[in-house]
């Protein structure tokens, strides 16, 4: 499986494209350069390698679900739960830069998802819209609810 492409996928949270290339999903959903994309990791272990969690909210980040941390270092990264369907997905890959199939502010629509995706990976549930994960940003000593 080649991380470069677009894949079109049931994420743990809503329906998304999934790339190791931020740039051409930013292109693909007709968004900023400079608006960054959140990443989704498969493990904690990952996560650790990418970035490091203040120690204040450790517990905290290690017992949500289906929420996304921005860090201190301006790097976004939401853990996918070993339960979950998108496990799997995920799981070959150990981080990929993940972001709804929709243009930006609108909502999704499969023609436009489809036509986008490189590969799509559907499997018998289909695709599903559903509420979009909680994010908070983290400094060393203060966290924020954005959404």
Same mark, same amino acid.
């Given at each position: 499986?080649?991380?470069?492409?677009?894949?079109?996928?049931?994420?743990?949270?809503?329906?998304?494209? =999934?790339? =190791?290339?931020?740039?051409?999903?930013?292109?693909?959903?007709?968004?900023?350069?400079?608006?960054?994309?959140?990443?989704?990791?498969?493990?904690?272990?990952?996560?650790?390698?990418?970035?490091?969690?203040?120690?204040? #909210?450790?517990? $905290? !980040? %290690?017992?949500?679900?289906?929420?996304?941390?921005? @860090?201190?270092?301006?790097?976004?990264?939401?853990?996918?739960?070993?339960? /979950?369907?998108? @496990?799997?997905?995920? @799981? $070959? #890959?150990?981080?990929?830069? =993940?972001? /709804? &199939?929709?243009?930006?502010?609108?909502?999704?629509?499969? *023609? #436009? &998802?489809?036509?986008? &995706?490189?590969?799509? !990976? +559907? *499997?018998?549930?289909?695709? @599903? +819209?559903?509420? &979009?994960?909680?994010?908070? $940003?983290? /400094?060393?000593?203060?966290?924020? $609810?954005? %959404?």
């Amino acid at each position: 499986m080649d991380s470069n492409l677009i894949y079109l996928v049931q994420t743990d949270t809503t329906v998304g494209f =999934s790339s =190791s290339s931020d740039e051409k999903l930013s292109l693909l959903k007709q968004r900023p350069q400079t608006k960054k994309i959140l990443n989704t990791v498969d493990s904690f272990c990952t996560l650790n390698k990418n970035t490091r969690v203040p120690k204040n #909210f450790r517990k $905290k !980040v %290690r017992n949500s679900t289906r929420t996304t941390f921005i @860090y201190p270092n301006g790097h976004s990264f939401r853990v996918v739960d070993k339960n /979950s369907d998108f @496990y799997n997905f995920i @799981y $070959k #890959f150990g981080v990929l830069y =993940s972001t /709804s &199939a929709n243009k930006t502010t609108e909502k999704f629509e499969r *023609d #436009f &998802a489809q036509n986008g &995706a490189e590969i799509i !990976v +559907e *499997d018998n549930r289909g695709f @599903y +819209e559903t509420k &979009a994960s909680t994010i908070i $940003k983290l /400094s060393k000593k203060r966290s924020l $609810k954005l %959404r």
